[in-house]
């Protein structure tokens, strides 16, 4: 997968930057590697993309018809890699929780495997209260929830 999408973002930096030799300096690649990898995808696609001159390249009609859908696959997976690291960078830190000793042995295990499947980055701190001592650590601030 890794490979058609660097081809895809490939081909899509040759279409706007209209030759090899620009395209290549946008994506840090050598112009033999950007050539390889537009070659390897038109053999895949059975189908050529560009109309090649010595000067630039243009976009055959299969390209025009899969430029605006390759741009499209590029700005959705931009986006939703961004929603993810945005997602990782606001969940994680540190809640503690204060409870009676019974709920850590019985209850909670499971509910905390649970929670870290859910969010890997936020770590749970336990305080074992007394049922009484529970809700004055939370109202003490040593303690998030009872």
């Keep these: 997968m890794k490979h058609e999408l660097s081809s895809m973002k490939a081909f899509v930096t040759l279409a706007e930057a209209g030759s090899f030799n620009k395209a290549a300096k946008l994506l840090n690649i050598t112009q033999p590697a950007l050539t390889r990898r537009i070659k390897k ?17 243009e ?6 018809m899969l430029l605006p859908e390759a741009r499209e696959l590029i700005r959705k997976l931009d986006e939703a890699l961004f929603n993810v690291r945005e997602m990782n960078a606001y969940h994680h830190g540190t809640i503690t929780l204060s409870c009676i000793p019974t709920a850590v042995f019985y209850f909670l295990p499971l509910a905390i495997g649970k929670f870290n499947e ?4 936020i770590k749970i701190r336990i305080l074992e ?9 939370v109202l003490g601030n040593e303690a998030d929830f009872a």
Aim: proline letters at 3%.
């Design 59 to 64: 976009l055959t009609k299969a390209g025009r």
């Design 129 to 137: 209260k007394g049922t009484n001592n529970c809700m004055e650590s």
């Design 41 to 57: 995808m038109e053999d895949d696609l059975h189908t050529l993309l560009f109309e090649r001159t010595t000067r630039k390249v």
């Design 118 to 121: 859910l969010y890997p980055n």
